[in-house]
Structure formats: structure tokens, C-alpha cells
């Protein structure tokens, strides 16, 4: 087993680490504090080409694999969790369906733009009713002459306010048994009957733009239809399973910021006349974070190397989102404790990060909804929900 990263995975973890460290970090209070979504910073992603890493250089990319992009996750969402998920949710969801699933024409049509950085992309999924039900989605695409028309609601999308292209997840029909059909369309934020409300007041990743969808009578042409109709359901759960892996990394992002400012606080911060890094409680603190962050990273890197080399990843990636997830929450609370008065303070930004790094317990499926398909993929079939 080789764990060295290629000397092209390096570079890419270096030029985001770099730009991380200069163009977002300083930003990331002022983000948290107001909940301004940061355009700017977004536009020199683009020009700096990390929206494309996962993606070939015939669609605007630059030809990287997963890897590459987890640890460009890791080192923004390590900057600012804001940035991070909105950057994730870009890649993974609003392009990568696009390039799995979508026709040569839709690829050059959509995908071009949003790896390229020119254009933000979003996917729109979850609904008041359909959360970790996914399948019980209740908007609807009929069909109308060359057209569908949509109507329904969606919650909680991140990236649409600034989006070019939501993929929407809608009912088309009913299968020989009668149960929903469930597929992906390509819907232009600028449709008739589509509004978008970003108005959530947020507990934490509070800089990424997260929407309210509204779809009355949206009217799209058939040829928007991602990849085929009957395999809609099976092809956004292969979507989450990519997106899991990101949201890992950025979990494991969240936590090395959150590990950094807590060696640095132990180091300088004096009680009985020494540093509390003397301590052995302090000590087994850290220890006991830095673990549970290179364990989490192995396994994101592992579910994203099992990716690339096109195998079954949906139980590794479901490891990985789930522990790195949790690992998160703990490592984040232990640098509040850490820190002790001057963590529960947003002057510290250790607070902040624990805020953030809750939302990945609950994004791309919850921790519960983790260990089911975990459960399913260790050949427990008939566990009832």
C-alpha cells in the first residue's frame, strides 16, 4: 500500500492551501459575522481553476482526480467552512452530475461553465416533506409537447442564489409497479415560475448561500432531462455518494483549523506560570484530536482513491462522511475546552468552527441515515425506517 500523494496531488494541495491562506482565511470571520455569500472570492477560484479539478480539459477542467479534489476541499473548508461547502456542493453536486449522467450536448452546454468557474452550479433535492426521504419527493415534471413543466418546492439548496443551473429532482411518471419515477432535470435559474428565496438565518455556515426553491409552471425543454428517467433515483444517490466524500474532507478540513488553533492557544497560553500545553490533560486532548483527524483523512482519501479507480465506494464513503462528520463535533468542542472562556468568544473563531462543523452531521444525509446504508451494504437488507 502506497499512501504518498502523486506529485500532481501535491501541487493541488499546495495551490489551494496557498490561496486558502491569503485570499480566504482573513476573510472567514467577516463571512460568519454577516452572511454575505463571498462572490469575489468565488470568481478567483474560478480564474485559479479549482472548480475543474475532477473534470477533463475537454469540459474546462483540469484533468485531476478525486483525490486531488478532496484535499482541495480539505484545505479551503480548513480556511472558512462557509467557503468550503459552498466550493463542495459547486463540484460535487451542482457539475458532477452533469459529467456522470448528462449528454455530450448538455455537457458543453452546462458543464463548461460551471468547471471552468465562469458559472456556480446547485442541486436541488431535498424537500419540506423529502429530507432523508428522498424518494418521497413531491415535486413534479409533467410532460407537455417538447416541454416539461415543473411544479414544486425545495429547501435548504445551497449555492442556488448564485447559481446558473439548478439540477431539480422531480416525479415524471410511475414505474410497471407503480411507484414514482424520479429524475434529474437541468432547470436555468432565469426560468419563468422560478423563484429563489434565500432568507435562512443559520446556526453556522453562514457565508454559504443556502435557498428556498419555488417552481410554478417552470417550463423546460425535454433534452434538459439528466441521464435517463428510470435511473433518476439511482443516479442522485450516486451523486450523494461523491458528495459524501467531499463533505468528509471538509469535515476533516473544519477540524485541522480547529486542531491548529488549539496547539497554538496550548502553546501560549499560561497558567501556574507555564503553558497548558504542559499539562497532561491538555496533552491527551490534542493527542487524542490529532488521531481522530488522520483517521478520518485515510478514510476520505481511501473512499476517494476507490472512486478513481472506478470501484464500489458507497460503504467507504459513508464511513468516511460518517465518522469525519462526528469526529468533527468532538474535535471542535475539545478546542472550545481547550480554550476555555476565550473559545466560548467569536474572537477566537473556535466557536464559529464548531458551529460550522455541526451541519456535517446532517448534510448529504444524516449520521443516521450513514449508518442504514452502511447497515445495507454489510448485507442487513431488511432493516425497517
Not at 34 to 61: A, D, S, V
Not at 269 to 279: H, L, M, N, T, V
Amino acid at each position: 500500500m502506497n499512501f504518498e500523494l502523486t506529485r500532481e496531488q501535491k501541487m493541488v494541495r499546495d495551490l489551494a492551501r496557498d490561496f486558502a491562506k491569503h485570499e480566504i482565511a482573513p476573510h472567514a470571520e467577516h463571512v460568519d459575522k454577516t452572511g454575505e455569500f463571498p462572490i469575489e472570492t468565488f470568481r478567483k477560484m474560478g480564474k485559479l481553476g479549482l472548480f475543474g479539478i475532477p473534470f477533463p480539459e475537454c469540459y474546462g477542467g483540469s484533468g485531476g482526480d478525486t483525490i486531488s479534489y478532496a484535499l482541495a476541499v480539505e484545505e479551503i473548508g480548513r480556511a472558512c467552512g462557509s467557503t468550503g461547502l459552498s466550493y463542495a456542493a459547486a463540484v460535487s453536486l451542482g457539475a458532477s452530475p452533469i459529467y456522470y449522467f448528462g449528454t455530450e450536448e448538455q455537457k458543453q452546454k452546462y458543464l463548461v461553465p460551471l468547471a471552468s468557474g465562469e458559472a456556480l452550479g446547485a442541486f436541488g433535492l431535498t424537500e419540506p416533506n423529502a429530507g432523508s426521504d428522498a424518494g418521497g419527493t413531491q415535486t413534479k415534471a409533467r410532460e407537455d409537447g417538447d416541454d416539461f413543466v415543473i411544479n414544486g418546492e425545495k429547501c435548504w439548496i445551497t449555492n442556488a442564489g448564485y447559481a446558473r443551473t439548478v439540477i431539480v429532482t422531480a416525479v415524471t411518471g410511475k414505474d410497471k409497479n407503480g411507484k414514482h419515477i424520479i429524475s434529474a432535470i437541468i432547470v436555468p435559474t432565469d426560468a419563468e415560475g422560478f423563484t429563489i428565496k434565500s432568507e435562512y438565518d443559520k446556526m453556522g455556515m453562514r457565508g454559504s448561500n443556502t435557498s428556498q426553491l419555488i417552481l410554478e409552471d417552470v417550463r423546460v425543454p425535454k433534452q434538459n432531462l439528466l441521464g435517463s428517467p428510470e435511473k433518476g433515483f439511482k443516479q442522485f444517490l450516486k451523486t450523494l455518494d461523491g458528495g459524501r466524500i467531499s463533505i468528509g474532507a471538509l469535515a476533516v478540513g473544519i477540524a485541522q483549523a480547529a486542531f491548529d488553533a488549539s496547539l497554538a492557544y496550548a502553546n501560549e497560553r499560561k497558567q501556574f506560570g507555564r503553558p497548558i500545553s504542559s499539562f497532561q490533560a491538555v496533552q491527551f486532548k490534542l493527542a487524542d484530536m490529532a488521531v481522530e483527524i488522520e483517521l478520518a483523512r485515510n478514510m476520505v482519501l481511501k473512499a476517494a482513491w476507490l472512486k478513481d479507480q472506478d470501484r464500489p465506494f458507497t460503504k467507504e464513503a459513508a464511513f468516511a462522511k460518517l465518522f469525519a462528520s462526528e469526529m468533527a463535533v468532538r474535535v471542535c468542542n475539545q478546542a472550545i475546552q481547550i480554550h476555555g472562556g476565550s473559545g466560548y468568544m467569536r474572537e477566537y473563531g473556535v466557536e464559529r468552527m464548531l458551529r460550522d462543523a455541526k451541519l456535517m452531521e446532517i448534510g448529504e444525509g444524516t449520521s443516521e441515515i450513514q449508518r442504514l446504508v452502511i447497515a445495507r451494504q454489510l448485507g442487513m437488507n431488511k432493516i425497517a425506517y
